[in-house]
């Protein structure tokens, strides 16, 4: 009885409210990770550059855009932003077997890393914007250019993979077996409606200004959630220690999603200009 007692209606939103808190902390820290140091850059080239909150205005003439730069401006982030991903990969496998529920926040890092990107790979390629804009700079074929895209897909692939099982063990924070009863009810709330509540509320935090990359990575970060619940609900049962599990609202992570959503967006909600 006190097993069924987990699977009730509080408990189901209190796991969704910590996840989709740890989504949009991941979410804000790639994205700024790789706006800053775009910024950084920009003056290494000394090329006066305007933001706010959402994007990055580089006044300069067209043709003072040189190969390097745009090759290093454009590269470094998605470089820095994998290896992040890497850190909290490992920072989730050093917590694997503690409760505590930050290890959620390590897995939202990675896989928006991962999916930022091999996800621009694949589709900015496509759409010559973002990571892709490197590539045309490269003067790469189209074939080139194809192959370049199918590594992304391919690195899409390569995440579902291996964010399956971290996903799968992240749920020790709260239950102590991970199995065809839970499983609906963890996936639910720890992965899928997090990420539907999450993408909603940076779409509405870059507001009126959504870019390429806020546009779309939703859609190839569906198709690695997609890929990790199938590949979860075929895994034999997971059994964790046989301590107490506690259910509730994770009130440090919930307050620094909210101070960092109004910070930030108050903060940078009128262009800054940086003259190098």
């Known amino acids: 009885m006190k097993k069924n007692l987990e699977l009730t209606t509080i408990n189901f939103w209190f796991i969704t409210l910590n996840s989709t808190a740890a989504y949009i902390i991941a979410y804000l820290l790639i994205f700024y990770t790789n706006h800053f140091i775009k910024i950084a850059l920009a003056g290494n080239f000394g090329y006066d550059v305007g933001f706010d909150h959402s994007q990055i205005l580089y006044y300069i003439e067209p043709h003072e855009w040189t190969h390097d730069a745009v090759q290093l401006i454009y590269s470094a982030g998605p470089i820095m932003i994998l290896i992040l991903g890497g850190l909290a990969l490992i920072a989730f496998w050093y917590y694997v077997q503690e409760q505590a529920r930050v290890k959620i926040l390590f897995i939202w890092i990675s896989l928006h890393a991962f999916n930022f990107l091999f996800g621009s790979l694949m589709i900015g390629n496509i ?130 999603t909210i101070l960092l959503v109004v910070s930030l967006r108050g903060l940078m909600w009128n262009e800054t200009l940086i003259n190098w």
């Open 127 to 256: 759409f010559k914007e973002g990571v892709g804009h490197v590539f045309n700079w490269m003067y790469l074929t189209d074939t080139t250019k194809m192959i370049v895209a199918l590594l992304g897909f391919v690195g899409l692939l390569g995440t579902a993979f291996t964010m399956s099982k971290p996903v799968a063990l992240s749920a020790n924070s709260y239950f102590n077996q991970l199995s065809e009863r839970n499983f609906p009810f963890f996936i639910t709330s720890q992965l899928l409606l997090p990420f539907i509540f999450g993408t909603l509320i940076y779409l509405a935090y870059f507001l009126p200004n959504i870019l390429f990359q806020e546009s779309y990575s939703w859609i190839t970060m569906a198709f690695i959630l997609v890929f990790i619940t199938l590949r979860v609900s075929k895994m034999d049962t997971q059994y964790f220690d046989e301590e107490d599990r506690f259910i509730g609202a994770s009130a440090l992570m919930i307050i620094i």
